[in-house]
């Protein structure tokens, strides 16, 4: 036997290898954990019941023990399964020509990049840029963009109806607005390039906001006067949540096209502008209807 075995075979004797097991004693009693049943607080109080009927918040959940009810656990899973879809979602190529727009592309190759690189979503690849010189209209005073943004759900749900209503809302008010145009992987300063080519005063893109818990179909709006490459976003003007659950197309429009017009007439956007002088700029900021949450999960559904 070598030294070196011979030294490992005195160390297990040491340490009782030739009796591993310890004696065997009885094992003492193990009590019983406590008899303890958490009942959830059925009861809201007065303000959590109050509260409720103006916000889609969870308000006054209540609680099992240290821990959510079961139904308001599944509510939160389903909520977010809603916003895990809006951003997986992708437009569809065809999509774009089958409403109506010119289709346009950023650097974008993939989805995945899209989420990886914002850079790459800021600026036109070559094909789009010569067909936006190509058959977009110029020197027009609103250039109208819509786009997938981080919700293509939001885009192919509410994009047409927005840019229909925000159309008119500024040929309303005398203003020329551009050639429809959608782009895919498109990020918000993607705007820029695309207002600086066809030379309009403001460029306004309408694109899938990111989700939120049960929102996945939300719009955001920004707005900047003399778009060119190099805009910041203190330049710009935005108004999100535009969805049927939070501020109806319908009423967006008006306030876009409002901002629009104000920014042509004051010749800035952004930090610059003053909203005071906006015409119409208080409308819609009254006391809305209270909003009821939307249950995605039932009890029945467990």
């Known amino acids: 036997m070598s030294t070196t075995r011979a030294m490992i075979a005195a160390l297990r004797d040491r340490l009782g290898a030739g009796d591993p097991m310890p004696p065997r004693e009885p094992l003492p009693p193990v009590p019983a954990p406590p008899a303890r049943v958490y009942a959830p607080r059925r009861e809201q109080s007065r303000f959590a019941r109050e509260a409720a009927r103006h916000t889609t918040a969870l308000v006054g959940i209540g609680h099992v023990g240290t821990r959510y009810a079961t139904d308001v656990v599944?509510?939160?899973?389903?909520?977010?399964?809603?916003?895990?879809?809006?951003?997986?979602?992708?437009?569809?190529?065809d999509w774009a020509a089958a409403h109506g727009?010119?289709?346009?592309?950023?650097?974008?190759?993939t989805h995945r990049e899209f989420l990886l690189r914002p850079d790459l979503g800021r600026r036109l690849d070559g094909p789009s840029l010569e067909r936006l010189r190509a058959e977009a209209d110029r020197g027009v005073d609103v250039q109208?963009?819509?786009?997938?943004?981080?919700?293509?759900?939001?885009?192919?749900?509410?994009?047409?109806?927005?840019?229909?209503?925000?159309?008119?809302?500024?040929?309303?008010?005398?203003?020329?607005?551009?050639?429809?145009?959608?782009?895919?992987?498109?990020?918000?300063?993607?705007?820029?390039?695309?207002?600086?080519?066809?030379?309009?005063?403001?460029?306004?893109?309408l694109l899938g906001e990111r989700p939120g818990l049960g929102t996945g179909d939300g719009l955001s709006a920004y707005l900047v006067h003399g778009p060119r490459v190099g805009k910041t976003d203190g330049d710009r003007n935005m108004m999100s949540n535009i969805h049927a659950?939070?501020?109806?197309?319908?009423?967006?429009?008006?306030?876009?096209?409002?901002?629009?017009?104000?920014?042509?007439?004051?010749?800035?956007?952004?930090?610059?502008?003053?909203?005071?002088r906006v015409p119409g700029g208080d409308a819609g900021r009254g006391y809305r209807a209270p909003q009821v949450r939307q249950r995605l999960v039932e009890k029945g559904d467990r």
């Open 245 to 276: 659950r939070g501020t109806p197309p319908e009423q967006a429009a008006e306030r876009l096209a409002a901002l629009a017009a104000a920014m042509i007439e004051q010749g800035t956007s952004g930090v610059g502008l003053d909203l005071a």
């Open 144 to 205: 109208i963009i819509v786009a997938d943004g981080l919700s293509a759900v939001a885009c192919q749900q509410s994009g047409p109806a927005l840019y229909a209503t925000l159309r008119v809302a500024c040929e309303r008010r005398g203003l020329r607005v551009g050639t429809a145009v959608c782009a895919k992987f498109a990020r918000v300063w993607l705007e820029d390039e695309i207002g600086q080519e066809v030379g309009a005063k403001v460029a306004v893109i």
């Open 74 to 93: 599944l509510q939160f899973q389903a909520e977010l399964a809603v916003a895990h879809h809006a951003v997986a979602a992708e437009l569809p190529d």
């Open 101 to 109: 727009f010119v289709p346009l592309r950023s650097r974008v190759s």
